[in-house]
């Protein structure tokens, strides 16, 4: 086959060596061919059903290509000097298979089996081929095939700018970004281990597990250890040690807080440990930055997501000593749930939150049996959030002026709800614009949920219909 690239370059099957590159051959190949949108190497499926396929030799690069109308499917080059998989090189962020990336240290012998990757000292990083991922000198694999459940041949690996790891030219996702975008990624070998990591430092993928445990736990168990480039991962939250600093990552909004564990964040971060009494922030030289202790021995301390409040947790003996947000400032114990009741003065009912979310808030007769009369208001950040005793996540929030009941940790700015203790107001925060509102009870002969149902108006101490008394549970 000619190069449609000039040069005169160009590649050819014998029966003596196989397929011939200028820079080594493919011994053993016997045909290739297109048939009904399938792609076979010696009669063997290699790509299934990709439609406009068409084969060409590009001589000035020495490689096989497929293309459809749209992209290159599938290309076959022997091996390519390539280090790792990597997003920001156009050479070298996609692997096909039957192909190997070499060291860039290592020269290619142009007489060299192709198809058999370990000869003349040279060192394979990667390999793919029809149902594997090989790695460092094929000692070890990654059967991405069982791992996808894929029902077709693997023909291509490749990882883009946005972090993202694909399968057979973007039909199927081995990993996808979940914060923000990172200058490059890269698929490297660390002990044995295939990791994704990215240009900050951060571990976003790895195979194995990272320090005996998975780059996804969402806790870490006492003896064990958090370090630089690790993370807590909590599903649409994480926290991350990066470049010396502890911080709080919200994946929706995009937005990286820096958690101050401590009063002065001066130092270089670079683990935490996780003790039997305490947890301990350390730098490089492994010498302490900060403590936090408890008053005995257990062996029930863990770091972990708590992802009812969408916190980071150190709980020991079922004690919460440490949480971001809401961290003890006095090194304490965080203080209990206190339970009440809100009773109108008007109604002489009280609040009442319905068991399914999205349910509009009310108020009742009072049954001592039922959670559903059982607040707690709760301070992060700052911020005052009143919370159900049916479920930590369960909060009275105001959505497009409707008071109903909806999950916490997706409705933080609509969930702004404090209680004026001189006044006795449930007042409501707009975060837009910056004013407060009064939770009133609704007294309206044209409204047939006005026996019951609650409205926000302006707040006003002559009127009982927003006056809330706070009673203890009996």
């Known amino acids: 086959m000619i190069s449609n690239t000039g040069g005169g370059n160009f590649i050819y099957l014998s029966n003596k060596h196989g397929l011939e590159f200028s820079n080594g051959v493919y011994k053993g190949i016997n045909n290739l061919f297109i048939l009904n949108d399938n792609f076979y190497i010696n009669n063997q499926l290699i790509i ?5 396929m068409r084969l060409t030799y590009d001589g000035i690069n020495d490689k096989l290509i497929i293309k459809n109308e749209t992209h290159t499917v599938w290309e076959i080059y022997g091996n390519k000097p390539c280090n790792n998989l990597i997003s920001n090189n156009d050479e070298c962020n996609n692997i096909y298979s039957l192909n190997s990336f070499v060291a860039l ?18 060192t394979n990083n990667l390999h793919l081929s029809s149902n594997l991922l090989l790695y460092n000198n094929d000692k070890y694999y990654f059967n991405i095939t069982k791992y996808l459940s894929l029902e077709e041949p693997l023909f291509s690996l490749s990882l883009n700018e946005n972090g993202n790891i694909f399968v057979n030219n973007n039909k199927y996702i081995l990993h996808e970004e979940y914060y923000k975008q990172d200058k490059y990624y890269e698929l490297i070998n660390i002990d044995d281990n295939l990791i994704l990591k990215s240009s900050t430092g951060e571990y976003k993928w790895a195979l194995k597990n990272i320090y005996n445990r998975p780059f996804n736990s969402s ?36 937005i990286s807080t820096e958690i101050k564990y401590s009063k002065n964040n001066s130092s270089y971060l670079y683990k935490i440990v996780v003790g039997s009494n305490n947890i301990s ?61 809100l009773c109108n003065k008007y109604y002489q009912k009280c609040l009442y939150a319905a068991n399914r979310i999205g349910s509009n808030v009310r108020y009742a007769d009072y ?51 404090s209680y004026n203790e001189p006044k006795n107001y449930i007042e409501y925060f707009n975060s837009s614009n910056k004013q407060y509102k009064c939770i009133s009870g609704i007294d309206d002969r044209n409204n047939r949920n006005s026996a019951q149902y609650l409205a926000l108006a302006n707040c006003n101490k002559k009127d009982e219909k927003m006056i809330w008394e706070i009673k203890t549970p009996n």
């Not at 299934?48 to 406009?52: E, F, G, P, R, T």
């Not at 492994?286 to 257990?298: F, G, T």
């Not at 919370?387 to 409707?402: E, P, T, W």
């Open 281 to 341: 922030f350390k730098d490089k030289t492994d010498e302490d930055i900060y403590n936090i202790y408890y008053n005995k021995i257990s062996k029930n301390s863990k770091l972990y997501c708590d992802k009812n409040t969408r916190s980071i947790v150190w709980k020991i003996d079922n004690t919460i000593k440490w949480k971001y947000p809401e961290i003890s400032s006095n090194n304490g114990d965080l203080q209990d749930k206190k339970y009440i009741l």
């Open 48 to 52: 299934k059903n990709n439609k406009n």
């Open 367 to 417: 049954s001592k049996t039922l959670k559903n009369f059982k607040w707690y208001f709760e301070i992060i950040n700052k911020k005052s959030y009143l919370k159900s005793a049916i479920n930590d996540d369960i909060c009275l929030i105001v959505d497009n002026d409707k008071i109903i009941t909806g999950k916490c940790s997706e409705n933080m700015d609509k969930a702004r709800i």
């Open 105 to 122: 240290s290592n020269s290619i012998d142009k007489n060299n089996d192709l198809s058999k990757r370990n000869v003349n000292g040279v």
């Open 219 to 254: 806790e870490i168990k006492k003896g064990d250890t958090f370090r630089e480039g690790e993370m807590l991962y909590c599903g649409n939250y994480s926290m991350i040690i990066l470049n010396g600093k502890l911080l709080y990552r919200d994946h929706k909004s995009k």
